[in-house]
């Protein structure tokens, strides 16, 4: 069969593929050899604001955690030295408020106490009166400054993806803001005439897009941000133009269907038009008609247009 004005089109069957091992290993060349992520800008956030930023540079604490001496437990504080001797057979025994002070987990030990006696390990014998039979060690039950983290100390190395318990060190530390990474800005470019925004698809043949949202949610899930473009129409040059265009302002491109090796699949056509073709099919199934490709110093990664096909992709690339 001819395309358009009787011209010809050679059309590509798969008769050699990449292993997968190659074709990932290609795909990550690429971004090194780019250092996509050296090109992104900086941005300085609230901490409480930065879960699932990279950071730009390591962070350091500005303040120590606990900042202050804190009883680790609930019971009495007191100077260990004055428990020496303490037993079964030679009991000890502090008058409250003069040489036992309650604490609870958390509250500032005394200045001059050095030790935290459990609660349960003293008896009141008295008004006022508490009794121990087991002497205490210097600092025992207790959380001295800097015990979890010390100021200068380096919480989060660069390049990091900060979790919630980054986030929780973080504040812990007194930093209040970070620096992190941009969002990487990611163009989805959906091809196909059959396409119809979900809830449009009334007519036989057409195809409601909802590859392009499941991709943008994984994108932002993954701490991007993309943007989706309109569908492309089924034409190497109209794609190809698309790719070029999207290349101008995105850091990454994800073109969806029209990369297989139907009579209408011209996305690996069109990536080798605009730049560098650098695979097109893997050795996996679901997943074959993957393309890899460089435009205009831009990544751009070409999905199958079944929709598990897709996904699967996205997720090994």
């Not at 290609?26 to 992104?40: A, F, I, Q, S």
């Not at 110093?297 to 997720?315: E, H």
Request: with cysteine; proline share 7%.
């Amino acid at each position: 069969m001819t395309e358009g004005k009787g011209k010809r089109r050679s059309r590509e069957f798969y008769l050699r593929v990449t292993p997968l091992e190659q074709a990932l290993a290609k795909w990550r060349r690429v971004w090194g050899e780019l250092r996509l992520r050296d090109r992104l800008d900086a941005e300085e956030i609230p901490t409480e604001e930065a879960l699932g930023r990279v950071t730009a540079e390591s962070v350091s604490a500005t303040a120590s955690s606990p900042h202050y001496h804190a009883a680790a437990m609930d019971g009495i504080a007191v100077r260990a030295a004055d428990t020496a001797g303490a037993s079964e057979l030679t009991p000890r025994r502090f008058r409250v408020g003069a040489e036992a002070v309650y604490v609870n987990t958390g509250d500032p030990l005394p200045e001059e106490a050095d030790a935290v006696i459990m609660i349960e390990d003293t008896a009141e014998v008295g008004e006022g009166e508490l009794e121990i039979t087991a002497a205490a060690v210097p600092w025992q039950h207790t959380r001295v400054i800097g015990e979890d983290i010390v100021a200068t100390e380096v919480i989060v190395p660069a390049g990091q993806r900060l979790r919630p318990v980054d986030i929780g060190a973080l504040l812990a530390a007194g930093v209040l803001r970070v620096k992190v990474k941009a969002r990487p800005r990611v163009a989805i470019i959906p091809t196909g005439r059959e396409l119809v925004s979900p809830g449009k698809a009334e007519k036989p043949g057409e195809v409601p897009d909802f590859n392009s949202p499941m991709i943008a949610a994984s994108l932002t899930e993954d701490g991007a941000q993309p943007a989706r473009r309109r569908p492309a129409s089924d034409a190497p040059e109209a794609i190809r133009e698309e790719i070029e265009r999207a290349c101008e302002t995105a850091d990454l491109v994800i073109t969806i269907a029209g990369a297989s090796a139907g009579t209408r699949d011209f996305t690996a056509e069109a990536i080798r038009a605009a730049g560098d073709l650098l695979v097109h099919g893997i050795a996996t199934r679901p997943g074959k008609p993957l393309a890899l490709g460089v435009v205009r110093d831009t990544p751009v990664a070409a999905l199958p247009g079944y929709p598990v096909s897709a996904m699967l992709c996205y997720d090994l690339c």
